[in-house]
Nanobody, 122 residues
Framework: VQLQASGGGLVQAGGTLRLSCAAS????????ISWFRQAPGKQRELVAA???????NYAESVKGRFTISRDNAKNTVYLQMSNLKPEDTAVYYC?????????????????WGQGTQVTVSS
């Protein structure tokens, strides 16, 4: 699976962005697709995940503000981010795994996109 992340940018606090993760080589519907983020000096952390069955999982810090979704026809997973905060500033990565033991751990994911920078100004 090859993943291409896009949609990052600079936005003011309270604003919105939509990230896209376009996949090739394998259907997104057959994988767990997740968004992780990594801020400078911090570990990579799970933001949101969507399973092959459509079950979603979110980090507590983004619940109610971010929504992960999937368009099987376009083989793309989206992360809609609303009410953005400066602490959301990070490089965002999409990742895919066929059957991770846990959504949470980055080492469970086999395929990674290149990352897209999200910067939220106060």
């Amino acid at each position: 699976v090859q993943l291409q992340a896009s949609g990052g940018g600079l936005v003011q606090a309270g604003g919105t962005l939509r990230l896209s993760c376009a996949a090739s080589g394998r259907a997104v519907s057959r994988n767990v697709i997740s968004w992780f983020r990594q801020a400078p000096g911090k570990q990579r952390e799970l933001v949101a995940a969507i399973s092959s069955g459509g079950i979603t999982n979110y980090a507590e810090s983004v619940k109610g503000r971010f929504t992960i979704s999937r368009d099987n026809a376009k083989n793309t997973v989206y992360l809609q981010m609303s009410n953005l905060k400066p602490e959301d500033t990070a490089v965002y990565y999409c990742a895919a795994a066929a059957a991770p033991r846990s959504f949470t751990y980055a080492q469970e994911y086999t395929y990674w996109g290149q990352g897209t920078q999200v910067t939220v100004s106060s």
